[in-house]
């Protein structure tokens, strides 16, 4: 369930802004899919420039692209706290609002006031690494998202990946059918079976039309007993940048 769209430099742009970000001698939460991956690209050239960071991977994936690019690593347990974390994201709940500037930190009282469920809202776990992921970004003293404008939405609509202890899949699909969900256990692509995590774990992507309030489903999905995380990640970016062909624009909440 990997997601597709969006331009490379639209990918590169918003990505290398982000890595911009990072300062010297922080902790840095590294993302995993192909936008993260420009910014882990970027972090590494800036390491090999001098720059003095850590860095915790959120997937095998992101570990070994941060091993080859040359940015040492660490992990939660062994550190005071992360100071920023970069991810993509595979919907972005867009709020076409006046925060919304081509590369700028302007926001506005009605920014401020804007709830959790219209601003910052995501869908993530295409690449089945989205509860590592919500650790480090929920760890973070600053959590920005990178995207290319394919993944902007007026209202998350994409299946919700949920990650689920092995024998619990059948108890957590009856469940969230309860909840108007379609269930359906993720495949894995190059081997027969399903999908399974970093955490050895399975993953029901789980489709239920037009989300009309992420913030309310998103508490009801994660007190599924048999449920390790969902991909809904709600009031947890502080930024989104959005690469585009010519630039990037900042989306802050």
Do not use: C, W
Not at 46 to 75: K, N, W, Y
Not at 140 to 158: G, H, M
Not at 187 to 216: C, M, Q, W
């Amino acid at each position: 369930m990997k997601t597709e769209g969006g331009s490379e430099t639209a990918k590169r742009n918003a990505g290398e802004r982000a890595a911009e970000e990072v300062t010297d001698g922080s902790v840095v939460g590294l993302g995993t899919g192909s936008t993260a991956a420009y910014a882990i690209e970027a972090i590494g050239q800036a390491v090999h420039d001098g720059l003095d960071v850590q860095g915790i991977p959120t997937s095998f994936q992101s570990r070994q692209l941060a091993l080859e690019v040359g940015i040492p690593l660490t992990s939660l347990d062994a550190v005071d706290g992360v100071d920023l974390a970069i991810d993509g994201a595979d919907q972005v709940r867009d709020d076409p609002s006046p925060n919304a500037d081509a590369d700028s930190n302007a926001t506005t009282d009605a920014d401020a006031n804007a709830t959790a469920d219209t601003a910052s809202a995501l869908i993530k776990g295409g690449g089945g690494a989205h509860a590592r992921e919500k650790l480090v970004a929920a760890a973070a003293d600053r959590f920005v998202v990178v995207a290319d404008p394919s993944k902007l939405v007026p209202e998350l609509d994409r299946s919700v990946p949920v990650e689920i202890l092995p024998a619990a899949h059948t108890t957590v699909a009856e469940r969230v059918r309860e909840l108007g969900g379609e269930p359906t256990l993720r495949d894995a692509e190059h081997k027969d079976g399903p999908v399974v995590t970093d955490n050895g774990n399975l993953i029901l992507d789980v489709a239920f039309g037009p989300i009309d309030s992420p913030a309310e489903l998103a508490p009801t999905l994660a007190a599924i007993p048999g449920v390790v995380e969902h991909g809904l990640f709600i009031g947890l970016a502080d930024a989104t940048y959005v690469g585009t062909a010519d630039g990037v624009e900042k989306r802050t909440y």
